[in-house]
């Protein structure tokens, strides 16, 4: 880095051409001084970190070959095959002596000694012997080194890929486990990865307590039982939390003790690899939770047992206060470190290669940017809480460095923040200075609903407060939005159903009684709260397993102060699928919600305008996107012939509406109704119109509700124009994980029209015909034994009306659901009917033989207006 040249060579690998970027005394010109001139002031902070992540990378690339090789540690560290052997390599510089240990050899390593580089690699070969690798696949292995004062330890392989204990003993150590299994047991991927969504929409899960029992479920589980759900809610992505393993069940997986090892409470790598494949399949994209802000403090199990007091230079670890959260009770990486940096980093391409992740959320990020941490800090925003020496620039550029790997790696990576603080830059490109995440987390809105719920009666809420909370981040930033995760439901802290509802969660949520006032207020705002957030709070969406239906009670893992009991650490989704429970209401409208973007794509809307914050009514007006948000939060007061500003003139129908009755409401909003708009003041000038906007129409508000209203395209409504059919995509058809090829489906607008699916080029079956004699009646169909209706799936009732002026294909719009695979015998299949199930708020679909053969097809008859100008999306 001494020359011109050189310094122009690093730079330009980082920086588009277009701009310039120096690393000397000269000024600094990044992207982020034009989008916020306000950081021109810390501009040599800027200037030094951008120096040395510069300089960084030209280091990795001189040494390395590439930032994208050298995150290929674990091909070199641990264990691996090479030439008919096995060969181990671990960096433990303050070891005298080491040995590797493990079932194969009687944990004698004497015959087993490795050898020391100057680095402090210590490396060993084993040969197989007779063609059979000398360590058997899934058998215990451990890493054996003496250090300075003579003492030897035993110690699980820092890049260990797998690592158990023996559940008969209690508190029993974990043993690193040798995983290579044959061919024949290795899990080979059927699925590509999903393509990125516009805007995300993230369930937050956890494995080991997403089952019904009092126990620890398994990856096969999850993916089996847990991922239809997201799937039929409408998600494009799943978050998973705790995968890497931690020896604490109760630490949530932020404990970690094994950094490239599965959590083994929950299955195998080939389970979890099952699992992230199904969600492909699925159209579902996996997150996941990654934990290198800190590690255990564990010895005998953890990445920590390798510190035996040497100096920071030859530990993944600080020294001293430095090297210790004293909230967490837990070890800071030293990020300066080469070989922190290979460890971490290669971290990150092992999920990304290996399991086929498609992005992370990085865990505590704010303890990462400063050197105190977070710690007893309120930040107000103040930049100079942001750029100062108490900011961790080794901890700023591993992050640097981590985002752009992630994006070289895999372009289409999402890769989100967890971070209080609001630091600027957070979320722009590393050119234009940025630290390079594409999203943050809004960690500032669930504090804000828990004060409101806690603190404040409905009639004091602040419509303007609210509106300012979620709209409250930086431009051209991203975040993602969430009432609660699961931070919000943990023990000694409530989940918003439980704060809303309490006690009366127990008793009062059947639907064969009336709902007392405290449920109906509670089923309410509990719906409105989740769906401003999202539609107001950021650009992507985030809920914890559960929490779309209203989980009751709280999380407390297994410990000594329960007895060691799962009770409350599982998911009770028989709540959910009692059909006499209220719960399903507010699930059917979280699948309401998510269904909203995915045909109107309202999150990835640059265009959010709050035109009305009325305390005296109670109520919040806004746009996002083309769609009209309106929200009545007064707890008594309906509003007929309410008046809501409007951009675009025309005529304006319900999209969506939180009191429908499948939403637990009162029906008080008809959804066939016309509203159409009238012209406000002068045209271009604000100040005349009505809120700022030229336009406005009139509705009914009753109280504590929320209702979306699109703009209907007439030209497509006009005599003589094609309205009856709208195209639209079908994504595939699944039969389990089986996958299909896509092809197109046209569904007919009136309920005595048929549609033909196909998996050929077959189209409308403009010819077919449905009289009266043939048309499947809800009696006959309820009195037919299910073994011979042949049932294919169900259609979820939405009382959503789809987008049909672009007449585009859109993406898998998740809630309807045809389950069967291409007929082997090319015989034609007929879904001759749709049967309203009262009791299960869905449409059966019946597969009947025709004779006519006709490949894979089948007769789709669309028999309710909410089916009317959808997409059909085969589950």
């Given at each position: 880095?001494?020359?011109?040249?050189?310094?122009?060579?690093?730079?330009?690998?980082?920086?588009?051409?277009n701009q310039t970027m120096t690393t000397s005394t000269e000024?600094?010109?990044?992207?982020?001084?034009?989008?916020?001139?306000?950081?021109?002031?810390?501009?040599?902070?800027?200037?030094?970190?951008?120096?040395?992540?510069?300089?960084?990378?030209?280091?990795?690339?001189?040494?390395?070959?590439?930032?994208?090789?050298?995150?290929?540690?674990?091909?070199?560290?641990?264990?691996?095959?090479?030439?008919?052997?096995?060969?181990?390599?671990?960096?433990?510089?303050?070891?005298?002596?080491?040995?590797?240990?493990?079932?194969?050899?009687?944990?004698?390593?004497?015959?087993?000694?490795?050898?020391?580089?100057?680095?402090?690699?210590?490396?060993?070969?084993?040969?197989?012997?007779?063609?059979?690798?000398?360590?058997?696949?899934?058998?215990?292995?451990?890493?054996?080194?003496?250090?300075?004062?003579?003492?030897?330890?035993?110690?699980?392989?820092?890049?260990?890929?797998?690592?158990?204990?023996?559940?008969?003993?209690?508190?029993?150590?974990?043993?690193?486990?040798?995983?290579?299994?044959?061919?024949?047991?290795?899990?080979?991927?059927?699925?590509?990865?999903?393509?990125?969504?516009?805007?995300?929409?993230?369930?937050?899960?956890?494995?080991?307590?997403?089952?019904?029992?009092?126990?620890?479920?398994?990856?096969?589980?999850?993916?089996?039982?847990?991922?239809?759900?997201?799937?039929?809610?409408?998600?494009?992505?799943?978050?998973?939390?705790?995968?890497?393993?931690?020896?604490y069940y109760g630490s949530f997986g932020y404990h970690v003790?094994?950094?490239?090892?599965?959590?083994?409470?929950?299955?195998?790598?080939?389970?979890?690899?099952?699992?992230?494949?199904?969600?492909?399949?699925?159209?579902?994209?996996?997150?996941?939770?990654?934990?290198?802000?800190?590690?255990?403090?564990?010895?005998?199990?953890?990445?920590?047992?390798?510190?035996?007091?040497?100096?920071?230079?030859?530990?993944?670890?600080?020294?001293?206060?430095?090297?210790?959260?004293?909230?967490?009770?837990?070890?800071?990486?030293?990020?300066?470190?080469?070989?922190?940096?290979?460890?971490?980093?290669?971290?990150?391409?092992?999920?990304?290669?290996?399991?086929?992740?498609?992005?992370?959320?990085?865990?505590?990020?704010?303890?990462?940017?400063?050197?105190?941490?977070?710690?007893?800090?309120?930040?107000?925003?103040?930049?100079?809480?942001?750029?100062?020496?108490?900011?961790?620039?080794?901890?700023?550029?591993?992050?640097?460095?981590?985002?752009?790997?992630?994006?070289?790696?895999?372009?289409?990576?999402?890769?989100?923040?967890?971070?209080?603080?609001?630091?600027?830059?957070?979320?722009?490109?590393?050119?234009?200075?940025?630290?390079?995440?594409?999203?943050?987390?809004?960690?500032?809105?669930?504090?804000?609903?828990?004060?409101?719920?806690?603190?404040?009666?409905?009639?004091?809420?602040?419509?303007?407060?609210?509106?300012?909370?979620?709209?409250?981040?930086?431009?051209?930033?991203?975040?993602?939005?969430?009432?609660?995760?699961?931070?919000?439901?943990?023990?000694?802290?409530?989940?918003?159903?439980?704060?809303?509802?309490?006690?009366?969660?127990?008793?009062?949520?059947?639907?064969?009684?009336?709902?007392?006032?405290?449920?109906?207020?509670?089923?309410?705002?509990?719906?409105?709260?989740?769906?401003?957030?999202?539609?107001?709070?950021?650009?992507?969406?985030?809920?914890?397993?559960?929490?779309?239906?209203?989980?009751?009670?709280?999380?407390?893992?297994?410990?000594?102060?329960?007895?060691?009991?799962?009770?409350?650490?599982?998911?009770?989704?028989?709540?959910?699928?009692?059909?006499?429970?209220?719960?399903?209401?507010?699930?059917?409208?979280?699948?309401?919600?998510?269904?909203?973007?995915?045909?109107?794509?309202?999150?990835?809307?640059?265009?959010?305008?709050?035109?009305?914050?009325?305390?005296?009514?109670?109520?919040?007006?806004?746009?996002?996107?083309?769609?009209?948000?309106?929200?009545?939060?007064?707890?008594?007061?309906?509003?007929?012939?309410?008046?809501?500003?409007?951009?675009?003139?025309?005529?304006?129908?319900?999209?969506?509406?939180?009191?429908?009755?499948?939403?637990?409401?009162?029906?008080?909003?008809?959804?066939?109704?016309?509203?159409?708009?009238?012209?406000?003041?002068?045209?271009?000038?604000?100040?005349?119109?009505?809120?700022?906007?030229?336009?406005?129409?009139?509705?009914?508000?009753?109280?504590?509700?929320?209702?979306?209203?699109?703009?209907?395209?007439?030209?497509?409504?006009?005599?003589?124009?094609?309205?009856?059919?709208?195209?639209?995509?079908?994504?595939?058809?699944?039969?389990?994980?089986?996958?299909?090829?896509?092809?197109?489906?046209?569904?007919?607008?009136?309920?005595?029209?048929?549609?033909?699916?196909?998996?050929?080029?077959?189209?409308?079956?403009?010819t077919a015909e449905l009289s009266s004699d043939n048309r499947?009646?809800?009696?006959?169909?309820?009195?037919?034994?299910?073994?011979?209706?042949?049932?294919?799936?169900?259609?979820?009732?939405?009382?959503?009306?789809?987008?049909?002026?672009?007449?585009?294909?859109?993406?898998?719009?998740?809630?309807?659901?045809?389950?069967?695979?291409?007929?082997?015998?090319?015989?034609?299949?007929?879904?001759?009917?749709?049967?309203?199930?009262?009791?299960?708020?869905?449409?059966?679909?019946?597969?009947?033989?025709?004779?006519?053969?006709?490949?894979?097809?089948?007769?789709?008859?669309?028999?309710?207006?909410?089916?009317?100008?959808?997409?059909?999306?085969?589950?």
């Amino acid at each position: 880095m001494n020359n011109k040249a050189e310094r122009h060579f690093a730079i330009s690998s980082v920086v588009k051409e277009n701009q310039t970027m120096t690393t000397s005394t000269e000024d600094v010109q990044l992207g982020i001084f034009e989008i916020d001139p306000s950081l021109e002031k810390f501009k040599d902070h800027f200037s030094y970190r951008t120096k040395k992540y510069v300089e960084t990378e030209s280091m990795i690339k001189k040494y390395e070959g590439s930032l994208e090789a050298f995150a290929q540690g674990y091909l070199k560290f641990g264990f691996n095959r090479e030439q008919d052997s096995i060969v181990y390599r671990e960096w433990a510089p303050a070891a005298q002596e080491a040995q590797v240990i493990g079932d194969f050899n009687g944990w004698d390593g004497s015959n087993h000694k490795m050898e020391r580089n100057e680095f402090g690699i210590w490396t060993i070969r084993i040969p197989d012997s007779g063609g059979i690798p000398s360590i058997p696949h899934n058998s215990r292995i451990k890493f054996r080194f003496k250090h300075g004062n003579g003492i030897w330890v035993d110690r699980i392989p820092a890049w260990i890929r797998f690592a158990t204990l023996d559940p008969t003993r209690f508190a029993a150590p974990y043993d690193g486990v040798y995983w290579d299994p044959p061919p024949s047991e290795r899990y080979v991927f059927k699925h590509p990865r999903p393509p990125k969504p516009a805007a995300p929409r993230i369930y937050e899960a956890h494995v080991g307590m997403s089952g019904p029992e009092p126990r620890v479920s398994t990856y096969r589980e999850f993916a089996d039982n847990v991922l239809p759900r997201i799937r039929a809610n409408n998600y494009n992505m799943v978050q998973l939390m705790a995968i890497m393993e931690h020896s604490y069940y109760g630490s949530f997986g932020y404990h970690v003790t094994n950094f490239f090892a599965v959590s083994s409470r929950s299955g195998t790598p080939e389970d979890l690899k099952y699992l992230i494949d199904k969600a492909h399949g699925l159209g579902i994209r996996v997150l996941m939770d990654v934990v290198h802000s800190h590690a255990s403090n564990n010895v005998t199990d953890g990445l920590n047992g390798f510190d035996v007091g040497q100096s920071t230079q030859e530990s993944y670890f600080h020294t001293g206060e430095r090297g210790y959260h004293k909230l967490w009770d837990s070890r800071l990486f030293n990020y300066a470190n080469w070989e922190v940096l290979r460890f971490l980093l290669s971290n990150l391409r092992w999920w990304l290669d290996e399991f086929k992740f498609d992005g992370f959320r990085f865990d505590g990020v704010t303890s990462m940017l400063y050197h105190h941490h977070g710690i007893n800090m309120a930040f107000t925003g103040n930049y100079s809480e942001y750029f100062s020496e108490a900011t961790d620039v080794d901890a700023v550029v591993y992050m640097m460095l981590a985002n752009r790997l992630v994006h070289k790696v895999l372009p289409d990576a999402t890769i989100i923040a967890e971070d209080v603080s609001g630091m600027p830059a957070l979320c722009l490109p590393v050119y234009e200075g940025g630290v390079g995440f594409d999203y943050r987390l809004a960690m500032a809105i669930p504090d804000k609903w828990i004060d409101y719920l806690k603190n404040k009666i409905d009639i004091k809420w602040s419509m303007k407060d609210i509106a300012w909370s979620l709209t409250n981040r930086r431009y051209t930033e991203k975040c993602i939005a969430y009432a609660e995760s699961h931070d919000q439901a943990i023990v000694g802290d409530k989940t918003i159903s439980f704060l809303l509802m309490d006690k009366e969660m127990y008793s009062g949520m059947s639907n064969l009684k009336p709902a007392s006032p405290l449920i109906d207020r509670g089923i309410s705002l509990h719906k409105m709260i989740h769906f401003i957030t999202m539609a107001l709070g950021g650009e992507g969406y985030l809920n914890f397993m559960g929490n779309e239906f209203g989980h009751p009670e709280w999380i407390d893992f297994p410990r000594e102060g329960n007895g060691w009991s799962y009770d409350k650490c599982r998911r009770q989704w028989n709540l959910v699928d009692t059909d006499h429970l209220r719960y399903k209401h507010m699930n059917a409208f979280d699948r309401a919600m998510n269904l909203l973007d995915d045909r109107f794509h309202f999150l990835a809307s640059t265009k959010q305008i709050v035109s009305s914050t009325s305390e005296e009514d109670k109520v919040i007006v806004f746009e996002r996107g083309d769609l009209v948000f309106v929200f009545n939060f007064h707890p008594e007061n309906t509003y007929s012939g309410y008046k809501v500003g409007c951009d675009l003139p025309g005529k304006y129908r319900v999209a969506l509406d939180s009191d429908a009755p499948e939403f637990g409401g009162h029906g008080r909003v008809g959804h066939d109704v016309d509203h159409f708009t009238t012209p406000e003041g002068i045209p271009g000038v604000p100040e005349t119109n009505f809120n700022n906007r030229p336009n406005s129409f009139q509705i009914l508000s009753p109280a504590r509700t929320c209702t979306v209203y699109y703009k209907v395209d007439e030209t497509a409504e006009q005599p003589g124009e094609e309205t009856a059919i709208s195209e639209t995509t079908v994504s595939g058809i699944l039969d389990q994980s089986e996958t299909y090829e896509t092809t197109e489906i046209l569904l007919g607008e009136e309920t005595t029209e048929i549609a033909t699916l196909a998996l050929d080029d077959s189209k409308i079956d403009e010819t077919a015909e449905l009289s009266s004699d043939n048309r499947p009646t809800e009696d006959s169909l309820d009195q037919t034994p299910l073994e011979d209706r042949s049932v294919l799936g169900f259609t979820p009732l939405t009382p959503f009306v789809g987008d049909r002026r672009n007449r585009r294909s859109y993406p898998p719009p998740l809630p309807y659901h045809l389950f069967t695979p291409a007929p082997s015998s090319g015989g034609r299949g007929r879904v001759r009917a749709g049967s309203r199930r009262q009791d299960r708020g869905c449409f059966l679909l019946h597969a009947l033989p025709a004779p006519t053969p006709v490949p894979a097809s089948l007769l789709l008859l669309s028999s309710t207006p909410f089916l009317r100008s959808h997409a059909i999306d085969a589950a």
